[in-house]
């Protein structure tokens, strides 16, 4: 048994970026399975394909279907996820020579996430840090923007890890309560070099990409860190476009707001089903509570090269 976010995964293989929780506990448990592709949703001929995500070049990275009450998520010649929210059963379907690190990384970073988001929970694409003050600093932005490099660089300059990509949010009141979904950094060789030095590497995100894994806490110190008061939001900086960020000569903070900032919010949220108009009014709702409680909102553009963060 495995903790991720606020909830507990009983995985039929091993998740070492993941905290091992006892098999007692109060939490709402995920069941994951693994098959091989041959019973995967090809076979299924009555699911429909009603959505894609693209990658920067074009291409399709996910597909989302549906068949009555139960989801698809289709990583193209990778895996297929087949989700029932009303079980809380999640399979995967491995497609030939699709090593069980993509595996995880698909399930922990983005079908999880999604889940999560399809029953309510507002889950953000962003990365979080809690400063030396006590107040954490949420950076939210697209794959590829520098949020891992961001938060990785605090946490070596004093910071607290919370999350390198995947947030959730609980409001009570205007107390907003952050919780991640795992401890730890994904990060390419140049900024792992430039941030950690000889820090020991626990292994490769997925077998298609070059960025490589950082467990920054053994579970011991997890446990201690989730123990600790004050997980508490008190400001959101919306990261720019590194293409544009990449002119200016120094770091540039200003403030954002209205729906500018309101609609760039909650374009970073996760969810499996964009075409539900009920669930994408409580996302609205949820992602509205934010600014309801006047926490503040900020466009950071910086230039990014490795020797300029700490001036952040």
């Given at each position: 048994m495995y903790s991720i976010f606020n909830i507990t995964l009983d995985s039929q293989i091993p998740m070492p970026e993941l905290s091992q929780v006892p098999a007692a506990t109060?939490?709402?448990?995920?069941t994951f399975l693994l098959n091989d592709f041959d019973q995967s949703a090809d076979s299924n001929t009555n699911i429909t394909w009603f959505h894609d995500w693209f990658d920067p070049n074009g291409e399709i990275n996910i597909s989302v279907g549906r068949d009555k009450g139960i989801y698809w998520l289709r990583f193209?010649?990778?895996?297929?996820?087949?989700?029932?929210?009303?079980?809380?059963?999640?399979?995967?379907?491995?497609?030939?020579?699709?090593?069980?690190?993509?595996?995880?990384?698909?399930l922990l970073d983005q079908v999880i996430p999604r889940v999560l988001g399809q029953l309510g929970s507002l889950v953000l694409h962003a990365g979080a840090v809690r400063l030396e003050s006590g107040k954490v600093v949420a950076f939210i932005g697209d794959s590829g923007w520098g949020k891992s490099t961001l938060v990785s660089s605090f946490q070596q300059h004093g910071a607290e890890l919370i999350?390198?990509?995947?947030?959730?949010?609980?409001?009570?009141?205007?107390?907003?309560?952050?919780?991640?979904?795992?401890?730890?950094?994904?990060?390419?060789?140049?900024?792992?070099?430039?941030?950690?030095?000889?820090?020991?590497?626990?292994?490769?995100?997925?077998?298609?990409?070059?960025?490589?894994?950082?467990?920054?806490?053994?579970?011991?110190?997890?446990?201690?860190?989730?123990?600790?008061?004050?997980?508490?939001?008190?400001a959101i900086c919306l990261l720019s476009d590194p293409d544009e960020a990449g002119k200016l000569e120094q770091v540039e903070i200003s403030e954002a707001g209205g729906a500018d900032a309101m609609m760039r919010l909650v374009a970073q949220t996760f969810v499996l089903d964009v075409t539900d108009k009920e669930?994408?009014?409580?996302?609205?709702?949820?992602s509205g509570i934010l600014f309801d409680c006047k926490i503040p909102c900020y466009i950071l553009a910086y230039p990014r090269k490795h020797a300029r963060l700490t001036e952040i």
């Amino acid at each position: 048994m495995y903790s991720i976010f606020n909830i507990t995964l009983d995985s039929q293989i091993p998740m070492p970026e993941l905290s091992q929780v006892p098999a007692a506990t109060d939490k709402k448990v995920f069941t994951f399975l693994l098959n091989d592709f041959d019973q995967s949703a090809d076979s299924n001929t009555n699911i429909t394909w009603f959505h894609d995500w693209f990658d920067p070049n074009g291409e399709i990275n996910i597909s989302v279907g549906r068949d009555k009450g139960i989801y698809w998520l289709r990583f193209p010649n990778m895996v297929d996820f087949e989700i029932h929210l009303d079980k809380q059963i999640i399979t995967g379907y491995r497609y030939s020579g699709t090593p069980d690190s993509t595996i995880r990384h698909m399930l922990l970073d983005q079908v999880i996430p999604r889940v999560l988001g399809q029953l309510g929970s507002l889950v953000l694409h962003a990365g979080a840090v809690r400063l030396e003050s006590g107040k954490v600093v949420a950076f939210i932005g697209d794959s590829g923007w520098g949020k891992s490099t961001l938060v990785s660089s605090f946490q070596q300059h004093g910071a607290e890890l919370i999350t390198d990509d995947c947030l959730m949010i609980e409001s009570n009141e205007c107390e907003i309560r952050v919780i991640p979904n795992y401890y730890g950094v994904r990060l390419f060789d140049d900024s792992i070099s430039a941030i950690f030095g000889d820090q020991e590497v626990s292994g490769d995100v997925a077998h298609y990409t070059t960025k490589r894994r950082l467990v920054l806490l053994d579970d011991e110190k997890v446990e201690a860190t989730k123990t600790r008061e004050g997980k508490y939001l008190v400001a959101i900086c919306l990261l720019s476009d590194p293409d544009e960020a990449g002119k200016l000569e120094q770091v540039e903070i200003s403030e954002a707001g209205g729906a500018d900032a309101m609609m760039r919010l909650v374009a970073q949220t996760f969810v499996l089903d964009v075409t539900d108009k009920e669930l994408m009014a409580r996302q609205f709702q949820q992602s509205g509570i934010l600014f309801d409680c006047k926490i503040p909102c900020y466009i950071l553009a910086y230039p990014r090269k490795h020797a300029r963060l700490t001036e952040i």
